[in-house]
Structures are given as structure tokens and as C-alpha cells.
């Protein structure tokens, strides 16, 4: 196996205006899928930026976007990528990073240059449309929430008194799935979320674009996530009230009947949410549900 300081060696080379002068300034490596706008054609672009230790992903697109030119010495306009937290939290960075569905935030150079050899490629998730560079509309996997109710359904601030109890148990039990950040590492990995791109026609108003996108995105794939997010929200006290308009949503067109069991979507959650857990629950809660329905006719 490449040793981690070995391999930071290979990619963290001398730059080549270093190098002329016998300095040993020493840059990272990175290769950008870049695409202009929405629907425009993809290039791939090259960029070289000073290393520092300690760097992650969004360390380094901060720099390329500083310095502005591309690993030739051109004058290119900035990478666009999408970021907020820093820190694992908001889901907003994600990208595929050497292939893999993972956050920016999270991915450090040297792990990376560890196993990974000398380049750092990235390019922008696969399953949602390019707005651009590596920024991806992601509205799908909100609508996916949308679908089935991801909430308590509580309105206003009046004083209700206590909430109801939920036994250290149950709070073990869903805390995990708290935890999901809405960042689509599950639905990228998915081989049933298959991509959906609806563009608006020239005499449509924002109105009826609106309406046939939703009917788009709710005509494919749910996701992992959000059955696991009605998972969550049908065993919360209060989240229950409306258990049976999440098992509604989850049996329609697009729901929990159309996961093929692959399992990719647990391997890569960064946040580690047991998804096949949720699906094995949403699988016996559909059949439950679609007895019971038979019984109501
Ligand atoms: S288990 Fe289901 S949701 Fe997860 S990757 Fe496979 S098909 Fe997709
Ligand atoms: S379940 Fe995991 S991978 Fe999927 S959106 Fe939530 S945090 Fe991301
Ligand atoms: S910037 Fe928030 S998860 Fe990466």
C-alpha cells in the first residue's frame, strides 16, 4: 500500500514556475468537469493551486477560484460550486470526487492522494440537471421530502401543554435518522433514482412548468432518504397523525415499491443512517397499509 506521505509527495509536485527558479513550491492537482449552463456541453479543465496540509475539496476550489486560470496559465472564469457548513452538516457540497458521491467539506487532499493517486477529479453529481460547473439543481430531493410529509404536522404557537413522551428507547431508535442532511449521496448512488430534467417550453407559464416538474419528479424514484424520513416521522407521536398520508405517498407511482433492494444507498450516507433499516420498515408498513385498504374498501 502507498503511504500516505509517499503519495503526497507524487501529487504535491514542484510548480513549474518554481521549478525554473530551483524553488520547490509544491500544488495540488485537479481536474474539473465544468459545464457553462444549464444544458450547455461539459469540458473537462485543469487547474494546479499552492498545497497547504491540513486541505480539503473546498480549500482547494477556493483557491482555484482565486487564482482564476487554468493549469496552462489561461485566463478561465471561476469554478462555480455549491457550500455552506463546513462542516458536514448542510448537505449542500456534494460532488464526485474520484468517482465517488461524497461531501467536498469532508474529502481532505492527503487521504485522498493516499488512495487515490496524483490528480483530484471532480465533477458535478450525475443524477440531478448541471446548473452549472459543479452546482446541480437539487429541488428533487426536496420534493421527495414534500411527497411524503417529512414533518410533524404541529401548526401555530399556541401552548399545547407537554408533547407526548418518547421512551430513551424510541429516541435511540430515530436519532439516527435525524441526522440526515438532505445531501443526495444516496440518491446518486441509487440505480433506481434515475435523472429527471423537465425544461420549461417557450409558451408555459411559471405556473404550469412548476406543476409538470413536481409531476415529473413524483412520476420517478422517491429515494432512500425520504422513505427513511417517513420512517422517522410515522413513529413520532405526533408525526403519526398523519401516517397514512406518508404510506400513500410511499405506495403511489414512484414509491417504496420500486427499490431493488442494491443497497448502494447505505454505503455511501456519510452520516451513516442505517437506509436499509427505513426500507425494510417501509416495506412491511406498504404491505400492512395495502391490506388494511383492501379491508376499508
Ligand atoms: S436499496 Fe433501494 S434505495 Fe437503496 S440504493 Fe438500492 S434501490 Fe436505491
Ligand atoms: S440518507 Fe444519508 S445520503 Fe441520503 S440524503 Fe440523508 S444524509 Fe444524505
Ligand atoms: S458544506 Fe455543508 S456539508 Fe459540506
Known sequence: MIKAMDAVADLVTPGADDAAHGGSRRVVRVRVL?????????????????????????????????????????????????????????????????????????????????????????????????????????????????????????????????????????????????????????????????????????????ADFEKRRKAAFDSGFVGAHAISQAMLFNSHPTGRMIADERMEALTAKGGIQMCGNAQNCVAVCPKHIPLTRSIARAGRAATVWAIKKLFDR
Open 34 to 206: 465544468r459545464q457553462d449552463v444549464a444544458g450547455g456541453e461539459s469540458y473537462f479543465e485543469r487547474f494546479e493551486v499552492p498545497y497547504e496540509p491540513n486541505m480539503n475539496v473546498i480549500s482547494v476550489l477556493q483557491k482555484v477560484a482565486s487564482q482564476a486560470r487554468s493549469q496552462d496559465g489561461r485566463r478561465v472564469a471561476p469554478v462555480a460550486w455549491d457550500c455552506s457548513c463546513l462542516e458536514e452538516v448542510c448537505g449542500s457540497c456534494t460532488m464526485l470526487i474520484n468517482g465517488r458521491t461524497r461531501m467536498a467539506c469532508s474529502a481532505l487532499v492527503d487521504s485522498l492522494v493516499s488512495t487515490d493517486g496524483d490528480e483530484i477529479e471532480l465533477r458535478p453529481m450525475s443524477k440531478f440537471p448541471v446548473v452549472r460547473d459543479l452546482v446541480v439543481d437539487r429541488r428533487r430531493v426536496f420534493r421527495g421530502l414534500e411527497k411524503v410529509k417529512a414533518w410533524v404536522p404541529v401548526e401555530g404557537s399556541y401552548d399545547l401543554g407537554p408533547g407526548p413522551r418518547i421512551s430513551p428507547e424510541d429516541q435511540e431508535d430515530a436519532y439516527p435518522l435525524t441526522e440526515c442532511m438532505s445531501c443526495g449521496c444516496c440518491l446518486e448512488a441509487c440505480p433506481q433514482y434515475t435523472k429527471v430534467e423537465t425544461v420549461r417550453r417557450d409558451d408555459e407559464s411559471e
